[in-house]
């Protein structure tokens, strides 16, 4: 087929080259991609709306992710709430639930009682109504 075994050799290089070019082209690809995905939020993260409500007093105010942990909306918002680690340690920061449901954002070192979340480490997965 090939009159000369030189043309061979470069027709493997160059279809070789092709294919680590082309194996390269998709790992750079997959690894941009993978990297946008990673520092984006989830997808409609911040149309995430609920409402938040304190037992005590009654208020309520709107929560979206801008506030990032219901600890946040608390200080924010002049609700008193004791806090120290902000990484679901000490937890000071606990508060009961008494509706609606909350999401972990990290694990807690240890997990609090039944209906208990620790405010610096959760955001609302629904309305929820704390008893703060
Ligand atoms: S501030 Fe320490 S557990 Fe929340």
Same mark, same amino acid.
């Given at each position: 087929?090939?009159?000369?075994?030189? /043309?061979?050799?470069?027709?493997?290089?160059?279809?070789? #080259?092709?294919?680590?070019?082309?194996? /390269?082209? *998709?790992?750079?690809?997959?690894t941009h991609?993978i990297m946008q995905?990673w520092?984006?939020?989830?997808?409609? !993260?911040?149309?995430?709306?609920?409402?938040? #409500?304190?037992?005590?007093?009654?208020?309520? +105010?709107?929560? @979206?992710?801008? +506030?990032? #942990?219901?600890?946040?909306?608390?200080?924010?918002?002049?609700?008193?709430?004791? +806090? @120290?680690?902000?990484?679901?340690?000490?937890?000071?920061? !606990?508060?009961?639930?008494?509706?609606?449901?909350?999401?972990?954002? *990290?694990? %807690?070192?240890?997990? %609090?009682?039944?209906?208990? +979340?620790?405010?610096?480490? &959760?955001?609302? !997965? &629904? @309305?929820?109504?704390?008893?703060?």
């Open positions: 087929m090939f009159s000369n075994p030189w /043309l061979l050799v470069i027709g493997f290089i160059a279809n070789g #080259t092709l294919v680590i070019v082309l194996i /390269l082209g *998709v790992i750079f690809l997959a991609l995905w520092s984006q939020p989830w997808p409609h !993260a911040n149309e995430l709306k609920c409402k938040v #409500t304190f037992g005590k007093t009654g208020e309520t +105010y709107e929560w @979206d992710r801008s +506030y990032r #942990t219901l600890l946040n909306l608390m200080r924010k918002k002049g609700v008193k709430v004791n +806090y @120290d680690c902000e990484m679901g340690t000490c937890a000071k920061c !606990a508060k009961k639930l008494e509706e609606g449901e909350v999401r972990w954002l *990290v694990k %807690p070192n240890r997990f %609090p009682k039944e209906g208990v +979340y620790y405010m610096c480490i &959760t955001e609302p !997965a &629904t @309305d929820i109504t704390i008893k703060a």
